[in-house]
């Protein structure tokens, strides 16, 4: 496995991570919000932002790795 494959499975490991965080503060959040209190739901899922931004970051980083390895690829001589 190349070292840019090694990233990539890297980046995705963090996601997938990172998202099963947000899904259990976005149940946490509904939670709230099904028991009436959606001023504590809204607080709750407020604690999303950062890491869906990381989740965005991730991704981007991920695919700009897979395209500097698609074009070492197409560039290397054979």
């Known amino acids: 496995m ?3 494959g090694l ?3 890297g980046c995705l490991t963090e996601i997938s991570a990172r998202l099963t965080d947000a ?3 976005a149940k946490g959040a509904v939670a709230c919000a ?3 209190s959606e001023r ?3 607080r709750i899922a407020m604690d999303l932002d950062e890491l ?3 989740v965005g970051t991730l991704h981007g980083a991920m695919g700009l790795l897979g395209r500097m390895g698609r074009e070492t690829e197409r560039t290397a001589p054979a």
């Open 2 to 4: 190349s070292a840019a």
């Open 7 to 9: 990233s990539i499975m």
């Open 23 to 25: 899904a259990a503060i």
């Open 34 to 36: 099904e028991s009436g």
């Open 40 to 42: 504590e739901a809204v």
């Open 52 to 54: 869906l931004h990381q």
